[in-house]
T-cell receptor, first 116, second 117 residues
Framework: DAGVIQSPRHEVTEMGQEVTLRCKPISGHNSLFWYRQTMMRGLELLIYFNNNVPIDDSGMPEDRFSAKMPNASFSTLKIQPSEPRDSAVYFC??????????????FGEGSRLTVL | AQKITQTQPGMFVQEKEAVTLDCTYDTSDQSYGLFWYKQPSSGEMIFLIYQGSYDEQNATEGRYSLNFQKARKSANLVISASQLGDSAMYFCAMREAFTGTASKLTFGTGTRLQVTL
């Protein structure tokens, strides 16, 4: 079975450029999460969706960040314009949340973003 | 206030020994879930074990067990018979608002475990 698929795995860009990170969740999962990991701040939840609807975007740092989930099999996280402090590993995760399961998150391999 | 606290930034353990990684949490919810994830140097996040707040038995998964002490709000991970491949970062996480169709995980800062020969 395919896991959560993220692209690109690595991205190096210059300050001011637009960055788009992509995620394909596990088929059948109904929740999708975007996390950011840095040495200074650890793992931070940016936004999560349930059934393609954004539920909580309070973790999105500022207006430069936006996320969409146009259908159950695809999500994007966009940064425009990018800044050096956005350099981090961005994880996408999905889960199937039902009363009868633990609802653990399945993570993609991450997208390592470097903004010069 | 920190919802998940992992006070050990780094730990060493000898191969074949057992090790306990500490995790305390803070919540006013009665219903919640606690998770442990492993992040090896390759970077992926691997789910290890889960404990629900109403589970009476401590969770176990192979060499992993969770020492759940509800009154103390602690959920320590015990790894028995450590192996070199256990060297990694370990994260404790909590899901509050157990009911509902989607709820987020809040992660601790992690503990880096190094298994030595």
């Amino acid at each position: 079975d395919a896991g959560v698929i993220q692209s690109p795995r690595h991205e190096v860009t210059e300050m001011g450029q637009e960055v788009t990170l992509r995620c394909k969740p596990i088929s059948g999962h109904n929740s999708l999460f975007w996390y950011r990991q840095t040495m200074m701040r650890g793992l931070e939840l940016l936004i999560y969706f349930n059934n393609n609807v954004p539920i909580d975007d309070s973790g999105m740092p500022e207006d430069r960040f936006s996320a969409k989930m146009p259908n159950a099999s695809f999500s994007t996280l966009k940064i425009q314009p990018s800044e050096p402090r956005d350099s981090a590993v961005y994880f996408c995760a999905s889960s199937l949340r039902r009363q009868t399961n633990t609802g653990e998150l399945f993570f993609g391999e991450g997208s390592r973003l470097t903004v010069l | 206030a920190q919802k998940i606290t992992q006070t050990q930034p780094g730990m060493f353990v000898q191969e074949k020994e057992a090790v306990t990684l500490d995790c305390t949490y803070d919540t006013s919810d009665q219903s919640y879930g606690l998770f442990w994830y492993k992040q090896p140097s390759s970077g992926e996040m691997i789910f290890l074990i889960y404990q629900g707040s109403y589970d009476e038995q401590n969770a176990t998964e192979g060499r992993y067990s969770l020492n759940f002490q509800k009154a103390r709000k602690s959920a320590n991970l015990v790894i028995s018979a450590s192996q070199l491949g256990d060297s990694a970062m370990y994260f404790c996480a909590m899901r509050e608002a157990f009911t509902g169709t989607a709820s987020k995980l809040t992660f601790g800062t992690g503990t880096r475990l190094q298994v030595t020969l």
